[in-house]
């Protein structure tokens, strides 16, 4: 039987450094991709990428994903506080304390929804607050008690995939193309919503997994085994990654299915390590080792960065 392990005790961090950690602010190379990808491909033409409202969606997206980290601080503090790998965000909790971690959440949040509020003014369309409410609805249902969806099987990945992919991949979209979203749209959305799944909803649990276990937290990889999580990861972005090239090929043209690249580049690389993983333990230690933290985020990159690549490229013909 294996068992979580605790972090071992260090001295107590400044208030900056805590802040910085409640905000994960670590991952904003990788997630400033995931909040800019849907306005780069519905845009129009580069004047699109420059009005107020893009401005005000980028901003949107930006304090919803960051302080929707501060409220999963504050829910999956015990779980952090025994992992070796996130236990410096326990500390950031420990430092501010539980109560002004919520305040933070709650006044962050407050700010994105007037900030929806002006640009469904500005466009003559309120779909914008309507999105940030789901986006709300799904960050609380994830990680509040009772109801905690975190601890509730597949409703993790479904949680995860709306708040983390869906509603910041739609506020982009609709802010440059006026509210409005095409066939092609919705395919590309749908596709980089599964990506999402596929990768923090199945994938990344495989690293939490004693973690979550411990605290009677049931995810996908704590319900069906780390190994076998992986495998349904790489199914989910082998699909995510279909959709993903036929949105991109109806949006701009055949050509544009190159945008996939990226994401078959990471595919590839987890089906690697899948590989590589003779049992449970095995792919636990293996997700937990820095080496391959700091690939996966590479990779994660690339899938953004090719989408991104491809509606930078039409923008350039039709100028």
Sequence with gaps: MTTATTAPPLPQVSAVRALRSIHRLEVVPNLLLVLMWGMFVAADRPSSLWMISSFLALGINWLSLFSGFVLNSYSDYPIDARSPVKFYIARGVERLGKRRVLAIYIGEQIITIAMALIVSVMLRNFVFVLVKMIGIMAGYLYNAEPIRLKRRGLWNPVMNSIRMGFVPGLIGYLAVHQGRISAGGWMLLIGMTLATM??????????????????????PSVLYGPRNVMWIAIGVLALASVLTASGLAVLFGPWAAVGVIGGLGGLAYRITLAQRTPD??????????????????LWDKALYGAVIAVGIVHLLMAA
Excluded: N, Q, Y
Excluded at 199 to 218: K, L, N, Q, Y
């Design 280 to 297: 449970d333990r095995a792919a636990v230690d293996l997700l937990r080792t820095r080496k391959v933290i700091r690939t996966e985020r």
């Design 198 to 219: 596929g990768r923090i909803g199945f994938w990344v649990t495989v690293m939490d997994r004693d973690e979550d276990a411990a605290e009677g937290i049931h995810t």
